[in-house]
């Protein structure tokens, strides 16, 4: 579906950024919503159905780069939803309006007021949706009740969405944690969705045509959260490559440093698409994450990681027939 994407930008002098041709209703929800995850999606949902009732187009308001990676000074933050996949998912949900608050410094040291002055009262938004623990303005001292200054705008305030049978909230970190233990079945769980990786294949040292499994080396696009090394059992898809309907393949990637053929190698993404015998360097992949099959290792030549690997396929492909059976879950 159209999604209308706009970049919002602190002017010099502290003019007002002005959005283009902003609609005259707005029911919006604002936030970093890194990894779009199902707690980011009750607000999604609550979004749209008041936009809906109340005659409005619907927003998501977000921040690039994360807030926390300037106020930090992290230069190597990594994203489960770098901005431009963040956008990819965000079509998905129905959301018509998407608004991008370049984040800097000056950014960070606005007043709660002028935050809104500056940032949302041009957006002409009648209906904000936030978390309970939204926070805004220099040093998050601003809270959701801030934002309603005018007795006209309504505000709704969503509550923590827990995982089902306990009480911990839906929260980003957690999702960060079991995707470096490479738990994907509750990282798929708390996302609703399947985790993905984009990037580019680049040419490798070409070993594993020798040993009868080639894989494709990915060069990610964007600095992307990355699965904890192993073995993993996921899909590969690319709507210029293998079909129009960018029909998923199944495949087995490895996430790690090669040690069995390589000393003091860096961390690399190679995928082996199964049963699939054409070139795909230079393509551009999505790689889906559906499960661990195991971790990295240390074999004692070239003839034992060959023997794994052949198990390695052997099981995702067994795994994959299992989700095919399910019908509910199938990649």
């Given amino acids: ?86 956008i990819e998912v965000l079509k998905t949900f129905g959301i018509k309006r998407l608004y ?13 007021q002028d935050f809104i002055e500056l940032f949302l009262t041009p957006l002409h938004i009648q209906h904000y949706v936030v978390g309970f623990d939204f926070r805004f303005g220099h040093k998050a001292c601003g809270r959701p009740e801030d934002l309603i200054s005018d007795p006209s705008v309504k505000l709704t305030i969503i509550p923590p969405v827990s995982t089902e049978g306990e009480q911990q909230k839906i929260a980003s970190s957690m999702i960060r944690e079991a995707l470096m233990n490479g738990d994907m079945d509750t990282v798929r769980h708390l996302l609703g969705r399947p985790y993905r990786l984009r990037g580019t294949v680049i040419r490798g040292a070409g070993r594993g045509h020798t040993i009868g499994f080639p894989t494709a080396n990915l060069l990610l696009s964007d600095p992307y959260v990355i699965p904890g090394t192993g073995v993993y059992g996921v899909t590969v898809e690319s709507g210029t490559l293998f079909s129009e309907e960018r029909t998923p393949l199944l495949a087995v990637m490895n996430i790690g440093t090669k040690p069995t053929v390589e000393k003091d190698a860096k961390l690399s993404l190679e995928v082996h698409v199964l049963d699939y015998t054409g070139d795909l360097y230079g393509q551009e992949l999505i790689v889906s994450f559906f499960f661990r099959i195991r971790s990295e290792q240390k074999f004692p030549g070239i003839d034992a990681l060959r023997a794994q690997i052949q198990k390695d396929v052997q099981f995702a492909k067994e795994r994959f027939l299992w989700y095919t059976s399910l019908g509910s879950e199938k990649p």
């Fill in 1 to 86: 579906m159209t999604m209308h994407v706009e970049r919002l930008e602190l002017v010099t002098g502290g003019a007002r950024p002005q959005p283009k041709h902003p609609p005259a209703k707005l029911v919006a929800t604002i936030g970093s919503f890194d990894g779009l995850h199902r707690g980011h999606q009750v607000l999604l949902q609550e979004t749209i159905k008041f936009a809906e009732l109340e005659g409005a187009e619907s927003a998501l308001i977000t921040f690039d780069p994360h807030p926390r990676a300037v106020l930090t000074g992290a230069k190597d933050w990594a994203y489960m939803t770098p901005l431009q996949e963040k």
């Fill in 100 to 112: 991008i608050i370049h984040f800097t410094p000056e950014v960070s040291a606005l007043t709660p």
